[in-house]
């Protein structure tokens, strides 16, 4: 993607560094005294562009449970009717029919089709910082416009973008652009976050995990049944609240690339959480263990659902899990995330495979027990590399040799490899899933041979009563074009 500008473009990048400047030196004081930035210098510093990286994928920002959560539930959010999206229909079965007039599908509908409201008043003032952020992620431009607060119906977001057939709309209300008057820098990461919710193909899944959410928060207390109480969910609507949460840690990764200052990114974040409250902000300060946040992460497919429920009742949708990012954009920070991006200095691979060799499982049976396996590859949901026909038949162990199959890779983009368990008696046995583990090959300085060792992990469209650990071991070379 190109980074020329034209003259326009330059004489706004030149207003924008000097709003910078003013700014960073009166947000650095008052940050300084709240403890959340002591290091922002008092006197004013010219400020660099932010850099643009020379290629980027929709890898470098996704998490990796972004991705894993993301492919597993997409099949069960089809189609534009939610009475017919089997995630509705699997919880309302598991949990109890007390939920279903609040799961309902036309509230759904509704939630989906009026959260992202449009306008024709354009917002020129915005155009550099818009141009710039597409220029960061390349992604096409948006058209931007802002709308009156108004006409966001309560509790919906009041920055987002909206994808048509011919072009995309940024739409910002006049509340948060009010609300960011004099923090541009900290708008931009906004923006960021919006375009990188196109650049991760997130938009129609986060209508549906927005709507999905907003309905349970309206799920008074102790609305569910005894019963209901300890009953898990089941596990795609527990990876769908997973995703929930890593889609906000993935559009914080691109909206951290486009103001490129983790500080004022995290500023933009509790302003908008909280109007950057003295307290809210300070619980953020030196005790504050970023590892031990993410540590503490939550697996919804292992929780009771009436326990996400409670949890959702007390977060702002617009603004949530803000404990949780604030924690993943510091580890991602430390881990050299946005350097590693901006200071690419070679092309985009041109050609790269990931070329398998071996494929060994184990723990596929219990003790006592053998089975009849064999595996399929996908790239996302394209199948590349199909092993019925060398079923391993009467194993617990299965290694398949001498494979030489080179498959398309880009780095970091997810392998799903899925065990089955061959069915029989001329067919009137099916075939069934085993289980699934997932490769995310990223090359690197990496030459030769590589082996990559994954837990098998069992019942991913079911819960089974299967307590032995199952592993996998893959052996392959990086090729090039």
């Known amino acids: 993607m190109s980074t020329i500008e034209s003259t326009s473009d330059s004489q706004h990048r030149t207003q924008l560094q000097l709003s910078r400047r003013v700014m960073l030196k009166r947000s650095g004081l008052v940050l300084a005294g709240l403890g959340l930035r002591t290091e922002i210098a008092e006197t004013a ?18 998490t990796q449970n972004d991705l894993y959560y993301r492919r597993l539930i997409a099949p069960d959010l089809l189609g534009d009717n939610p009475g017919k999206w089997p995630l509705i229909s699997g919880i309302i079965s598991q949990v109890g029919k007390w939920l279903a007039p609040y799961l309902d599908a036309p509230k759904i509908a509704n939630i989906v089709t009026s959260m992202m409201p449009l306008s024709d008043t354009l917002l020129p003032k915005y155009d550099a ?8 992620l390349h992604v096409p431009k948006p058209k931007t416009v802002t709308i009156d607060e108004d006409q966001i119906h309560t509790g919906h977001p009041h920055v987002y973008l909206v994808e048509l057939s011919d072009e995309n709309i940024l739409v910002i209300s006049s509340k948060l652009l009010k609300l960011y008057a004099d923090s541009q820098e900290e708008l931009r990461f906004l923006i960021g976050r919006e375009l990188t919710r196109v650049k991760c193909q997130h938009s129609s899944i986060r209508r549906a995990s927005f709507a999905i959410q907003m ?23 527990g990876y769908f609240l997973s995703w929930c949460r890593e889609s906000e840690i993935s559009a914080d990764h691109g909206g951290l690339l486009c103001c490129q200052d983790r ?13 950057l409250d003295p307290t809210t902000v300070a619980a953020y300060g030196g005790r504050f263990d970023p590892d031990a946040v993410v540590k503490a992460f939550e697996s919804w497919e292992n929780k009771p659902f009436v326990e996400f429920i409670n949890k959702v009742r ?5 603004c949530p899990y803000v404990t949780e990012r604030i924690a993943a954009m510091r580890r991602w920070e430390s881990s050299g995330g946005v350097t590693r991006i901006v200071e690419r200095t070679a092309a985009a691979p041109d050609g790269q495979h990931f070329d398998i060799q071996s494929i060994k499982l184990s723990g596929l049976a219990d003790k006592d027990k053998t089975d009849n396996v064999y595996l399929k590859v996908l790239d996302w949901d394209k199948e590349v590399l199909n092993l019925k026909s060398d079923t391993q038949r ?19 983009k997810p392998l799903f490899f899925e065990v089955y368990s061959e069915g029989g008696y001329g067919g009137l046995v099916s075939d069934s899933l085993l289980g699934m583990f997932v490769l995310y090959p990223e090359r690197g300085g990496k030459r030769g041979l590589v082996t990559m060792k ?18 996998a071991e893959v052996t392959a070379r990086f090729l090039s074009g």
């Open 215 to 237: 309905l349970l928060q309206a799920v008074p207390k102790n609305a569910w049944t005894a019963a209901a109480v300890d009953t898990l969910a089941t596990l795609h609507m």
């Open 45 to 62: 510093q010219p400020i660099p562009a932010p850099r643009v990286p020379l290629w980027l994928t929709q890898f470098d920002l996704c």
């Open 454 to 471: 994954k837990n098998i992990v069992w019942s991913v469209h079911e819960r089974k009563s299967i307590s032995r650990l199952g592993t």
């Open 314 to 318: 007390s977060m702002v949708l617009t």
């Open 263 to 275: 500080v004022v990114a995290e500023r933009a974040l509790l302003r908008q959480h909280c109007n």
């Open 394 to 412: 009467g194993v617990r162990e299965a290694t398949w040799k001498s494979l030489q199959k080179p498959i398309p890779c880009d780095d970091g």
């Open 129 to 136: 910082l818009v141009s710039e952020c597409a220029r960061i």
